[in-house]
């Protein structure tokens, strides 16, 4: 696992159903492109993360492949509509073979 | 068939008008874009690209994609060492069709979009972005 992987989203608390609301995440992360040369002249390996994917009470919301031209902790934003009370469920696939999960709940009113 | 002077110079000139007919960037993007529209024509207009017309950091430029309709929205930079930068694909949940994020730019070049329909058409969009320090390293 990269070292330092720490995941943020900002969803809001509540939204009334059907609202469209506007979710922000952010996931600290090298993203080595693979590009870049060490001081010695050698290429430092890949390691970004590949894939991120929103889920919203099993429907998915969005789902991104990504590649080595995505900066530096890797952000998103994009829209989603509530349909009812739930939870969001945000992963990130590492290209070492971790996934980074969090997840956030929204109510309806 | 003998070969005369002035046919030579007709079939010499056609094969030099065809190399010119070229577009200049005849390059890797063109090629992955159709790769994945399967050669199909791309419509303009649907999707809405914003970039900023000059970024002073190739490392972090801000991208916006919309394109209303849209199943997934392909970006491509044509002037990185690997055009490929992101492949959205937008659920039943999302409405806008809609995402911003960061991406590396290593100098000046197009930010190419490509979008897919749900009717299963193509759109395309481009937009130039000044780079003033690259984002790849060196």
């Known amino acids: ?109 | 068939m003998e070969l005369t002077r002035r046919q030579m110079l007709v079939t010499s000139s056609a094969a030099i008008a065809s190399l010119a007919g070229l577009p200049a960037f005849a390059s890797a993007t063109d090629d992955l874009i159709a790769e994945l529209t399967g050669g199909a024509s791309l419509g303009e207009g649907a999707i809405t690209l914003g970039t900023p017309e000059i970024a002073e950091n190739g490392n972090t430029v801000p991208v916006e994609v919309a394109c209303p309709g849209a199943k997934s929205i392909t970006l491509y930079a044509d002037g990185n060492p690997v055009p490929n930068v992101a492949t959205i694909n937008f659920g039943p949940l999302n409405p806008t069709k809609s995402a911003s994020t960061r991406i590396r730019l290593a100098r000046t070049q197009n930010v190419v979009a490509v979008a897919q329909m749900e009717d299963g058409s193509w759109q395309m969009a481009k937009s130039e972005v000044k780079v003033t320090i690259g984002g790849c390293g060196g």
């Open chain 1, 1 to 109: 696992m990269a070292k330092g992987v720490k995941p943020r989203v900002k969803v809001p608390k509540s939204a009334s159903a059907g609202e469209t609301i506007t979710i922000k995440s952010l996931i600290s992360h090298k993203m080595e492109s693979g590009q870049r040369k060490d001081k010695e002249g050698n290429v430092i390996p890949r390691s970004i993360i590949n894939r991120f994917v929103v889920d919203f009470n099993g429907q998915n919301v969005i789902d991104v492949t990504l590649e080595p031209a995505i900066s530096t902790n890797p952000y998103f934003q994009f829209d989603a509509v509530v349909p009812e009370a739930g939870e969001f469920k945000f992963t990130w696939y590492d290209d070492d073979g971790s996934v980074y999960e969090t997840s956030k709940s929204i109510e309806v009113n």
